[in-house]
C-alpha cells in the first residue's frame, strides 16, 4: 500500500476512533459545560501540542517564501496582476455562490421555528460573554467593522508586527510587494531568492514529515469535540438548523465547486477532490484552514496537479480571505437565529446577509471559532435595517443558541473552506501552470 493510502486510513481511523471514544468515555450527559471542558481540556491540549502547535510554528515563514517563490516564478508584474485579479474575482465569486445557498436554504426550510423558549433564553446568557469579548471596539459596527478589518490588514504598518500577530493577508501583501521589488532588480535579486526557495524547500520537507503525525492529532481533537457535546445532543433542539448547515455544505463541496472544477479546470471533480484528502482530513481535524494550508501547499502540488506558482499564491491568499463553508454557514447561521427569536425577514435583509457575509467572511480569521466574531458583525448589518421600519433589535447575545454545536460544524465548513482553496488553485493553474513540470495531463 502506497505511504499516501496508509496515511488517509490512520486518518480516518483516528477521526472515527476519537467520535467513539469522545462520546461514550468523555461526554457525560448529567455533567454541566463548565464541567465537561475541564473534562476534555487534557485532549484538546494533547492534540494542540503534538500536531497543531508544531505546524503552526512554520505557516507564517510558509506563507512567506511560497507567495514570494510563486511571484518570482511568475516574473512579470502584468502576468502578476492578472492571475491575482483572477484569483480574487474567483474567490469572490464562489464565496457569493455559498452564501446565496445558505441563504436559501435557511429561507425556504425556517429552521429557527419552534425553538423552545427555555433554550433561547438560555442561548441568550451563554452568548453574553462572547459579545464582552467581541474584537469589534466598543461595540460591533456593522459592515463597516467588517471593511475596517479588511483594510488594516491589507495595509499593515509593521510586517514584523504583523508576522508576530499572525496575520497572514497583510503578509501576503507586504511580501507581494517585496516579490515584485526583486523581478525588477532581476539577477540582483538571485541570491536571496535562492535563499528563501531553500528554506522553503526545507520548510515542506517538515510538513511531510508532521504529516504523519495527524492520526494522533486529529484522534485527541476529534475526542475532545465530541466530548464537550455529545452526538445526541445535536439532534435535539437545533436538530433543523445542523441539518440545514450540514444540507448547504454538502451542496457547496459536492455540486457547486465539482461543477466549477469540470468547467474551469477541465478536470475531474471528484478525482481531484480523493487526490486533496489529506488536507480536507486536516481541515476536518484541526477545524482551522490556516493551519491546514502546509498540508494544503504539499497536497495541491504533489497530488492535485496543481502549479506550483499557482499554488504559491492562491493557496495562502485563500486561507487568509477564500471562506466557502463560513459565508455559507453564516447566512444560515444569522437566519435561524433572526427566525428563532420572532422576526419575519424580507428580501432586503435577505440581500444584507448575503453582501455582509460575504465580506466579513473575508476579514475571518482562518482559527477554530473565528466566524462567530463576523456573526456579530452580520446581525449588527440586519438590525442596522430593522430599526429602519421600527422593529427592535436582535439582541447580540443570541448568538449563544448556537455555541454547544459550533465547533463540530466548524470542522465541517472548514473542509469546505480548503476545499474551496484547492479549487481554485486548480483552476489559476490553468493561467499560470509550472514551466518545467506539467500535470494537467493527469487530471484532464
Known sequence: MKPQNILTVLILGALVLGAVVGDFFLFDPNATAEALNQKVEGWRLAGQFIFIRPLTLIIIPLVFTSVLTGICSI??????????????????????????????????????????????????LAGADKVALAPAGDAVQGISAAWLGILEQIVPTNFVAAAVEGKALSIITATMLLGIGLVTIGERGKPFLNAVQALHDTLMTIVRWLLWLMPIGVFFLVAWAVGKIGVANLFEAL????????????????????????????????????????ALLMAFGSASSMATLPVTLETAVDNGGCSKRASGLVLPLGATVNMDGTAL?????????????????????????????????????GVPGGSLATILIIITAVNMTLSKTGQPELPLSAIGLILGVDRLLDMCRTVVNVWGDSVGARVISRIAPDEIEDKEKAFA
Open 329 to 365: 454557514y453564516q447566512g444560515i447561521t444569522v437566519i435561524f437565529l433572526f427566525q428563532a427569536y420572532g422576526y419575519d425577514l424580507t428580501m432586503v435583509e435577505y440581500l444584507v446577509i448575503v453582501l455582509t457575509a460575504t465580506l466579513s467572511a473575508v476579514g475571518a480569521a
Open 75 to 124: 516574473g512579470d508584474p502584468k502576468k502578476l496582476g492578472v492571475l491575482g485579479s483572477a484569483t480574487i474575482v474567483f474567490y469572490i465569486a464562489t464565496m457569493i455562490l455559498a452564501v446565496t445557498v445558505g441563504v436559501t436554504l435557511g429561507a425556504v426550510f425556517e429552521p429557527g421555528n419552534g425553538i423552545p423558549a427555555a433554550a433561547l433564553d438560555a442561548g441568550k
Open 239 to 278: 436538530r433543523n438548523y445542523v441539518i440545514i448547515v450540514l444540507a448547504g455544505l454538502g451542496i457547496h463541496m459536492f455540486i457547486t465547486l465539482p461543477i466549477v472544477v469540470f468547467l474551469l479546470a477541465k478536470a475531474n471533480p471528484f478525482k481531484f477532490m480523493w487526490s486533496m484528502r489529506p
